[in-house]
T-cell receptor
Framework: KNEVEQSPQNLTAQEGEFITINCSYSVGISALHWLQQHPGGGIVSLFMLSSGKKKHGRLIATINIQEKHSSLHITASHPRDSAVYIC??????????FGQGTRLTINP | GEEVAQTPKHLVRGEGQKAKLYCAPIKGHSYVFWYQQVLKNEFKFLIS????????ETGMPKERFSAKCLPNSPCSLEIQATKLEDSAVYFC????????????FGPGTRLLVL
């Protein structure tokens, strides 16, 4: 079993739908990252969380440290949100351990 | 610079040849990380540096992989005697405060071993 599990692995939705991607982890962490990998391969950091909730535009990320679970939400989804979303946990300051990614496709 | 730079963008090597990849972190960032992504799949951590010191190398296949971050030079990742399974995209990332801070990723180097 992977230390970081994401679900679903693939998600297809219609434009405007509310999207939720989940991440569960089994190790002690010091922070959790949500990353976006564009179809061209570039990687952008969306959020870094150690507790609570963060919001940036239409994106919201939450983390529950006790339950070892985080969610990434996208409101009013748009085709340009189509990408792979990756959850990664920080093991101390030394390294990240990655989930397998969620491939999101938003159809117009 | 304001972006993480990686060179080359693409690298093709015959099996058994050496490959060397470079990464220039964002100016002022003390931490550098190398990750390997095989076939658009899961990322694997290789090694991290705090300035020129190895911070964590638990992901490195040490018999063929080595890495350095020397002062006033780009960081480097070198693979001696490449194997077919080394074909991957190698990403470098830098941050101000280690893995607990926002990481800024370079565009990656795509290595193809034939």
């Amino acid at each position: 079993k992977n230390e970081v599990e994401q679900s679903p692995q693939n998600l297809t939705a219609q434009e405007g739908e509310f999207i939720t991607i989940n991440c569960s982890y089994s190790v002690g962490i010091s922070a959790l990252h949500w990353l976006q990998q564009h179809p061209g391969g570039g990687i952008v950091s969306l959020f870094m969380l150690s507790s609570g909730k963060k919001k940036h535009g239409r994106l919201i990320a939450t983390i529950n440290i006790q339950e070892k679970h985080s969610s990434l939400h996208i409101t009013a989804s748009h085709p340009r949100d189509s990408a792979v979303y990756i959850c990664a946990v920080a093991i101390g300051a030394q390294k990240l351990v990655f989930g397998q990614g969620t491939r999101l496709t938003i159809n117009p | 610079g304001e972006e993480v730079a990686q060179t080359p963008k693409h690298l093709v090597r015959g099996e058994g040849q050496k490959a060397k990849l470079y990464c220039a972190p964002i100016k002022g960032h003390s931490y550098v990380f190398w990750y390997q992504q095989v076939l658009k799949n899961e990322f694997k951590f290789l090694i991290s540096f705090q300035n020129e010191n190895v911070f964590d190398e638990t992901g490195m296949p040490k018999e063929r992989f080595s890495a350095k971050c020397l002062p006033n030079s780009p960081c480097s990742l070198e693979i001696q005697a490449t194997k077919l399974e080394d074909s991957a995209v190698y990403f470098c990332a830098s941050s101000l405060g280690g893995a607990e801070e926002t990481q800024y990723f370079g565009p990656g180097t795509r290595l193809l071993v034939l």
